[in-house]
């Protein structure tokens, strides 16, 4: 079995830390220091990049638990940071908490899948792929306290939300904020759909080109998303408040 890096996973989560970085200064611009209106940044095309970002992150992620030697140990730093992010925006900006971001969503995905491993890894990629994308469905609706999608939906007991506690599951109370939000459902099934993806690219079964570099500051880029998340959001708002004050 081949166990060559895929390059091109390197490549499109650079892509995604770029995007990210871009969508997270809009951000910035529009609702931190006010500098514009909120028109575009609310409109399809910005809610569509926002969904492409998480999405690439997630399924990423997914995949790459198929080439590591320790998820338990990635899952646990990737959770340690996002600690951090709660902890900083608790501090420094609490009308922009964080309490269970990307990064913690991503951190407890990775720990659970040594949990996980011996089922998805026994599923043929199909019907691994078919099988997340249905339970995706399934609990899309996690949010507005249903279970199902289109006209086959069961609401959920009202306690389950109002306990408070169980907002990493997406289970969270009418009042709730966190300025960036990824619950373990339904979100976890598409970290899985990634997964069983990736067990096609650790076959070897895959094009030369996926291996070989394309643009190797992308791949740079994704080979280093972590601390580059870190260190984005400060070095943004400090970029946006350098604008702001000169205007």
């Not at 099934?189 to 570099?213: I, Q, Y």
């Amino acid at each position: 079995m081949s166990q060559r890096r895929i390059t091109l996973l390197d490549e499109l989560r650079g892509l995604a830390v770029v995007l990210m970085v871009f969508y997270h200064t809009a951000y910035d611009v529009v609702y931190v220091f006010h500098l514009t209106g909120s028109g575009w940044f609310r409109s399809a095309p910005m809610a569509l990049l926002q969904r492409y970002i998480a999405f690439s992150f997630i399924l990423i992620a997914g995949a790459m638990c198929r080439f590591s030697h320790n998820n338990l140990r990635r899952g646990a730093r990737t959770f340690l940071c996002g600690m951090l992010v709660t902890a900083v925006t608790a501090l420094v900006m609490p009308s922009q908490l964080i309490l269970f971001g990307i990064l913690h969503f991503l951190g407890v995905a990775m720990m659970l899948y040594p949990l996980l491993a011996p089922l998805v890894e026994r599923l043929p990629v199909w019907a691994g792929v078919l099988l997340s994308a249905a339970l995706y469905l399934l609990t899309a609706g996690i949010g507005q306290r249903v279970l199902g999608f289109g006209p086959f939906t069961v609401p959920l007991p009202d306690a389950l939300y109002d306990c408070g506690f169980l907002f990493p599951l997406g289970l969270h109370p009418r009042i709730f904020a966190s300025a960036d939000y990824y619950p373990l459902l339904p979100w976890i099934f598409l970290f899985l759909a990634g997964a069983c993806l990736g067990g096609r690219l650790k076959s070897g079964r895959v094009p030369e080109t996926f291996c070989r570099s394309h643009l190797p500051a992308l791949q740079w880029v994704g080979r280093h998303a972590l601390p580059i998340y870190l260190l984005h959001q400060p070095l943004a708002y400090a970029a946006v408040w350098a604008v702001a004050s000169l205007l």
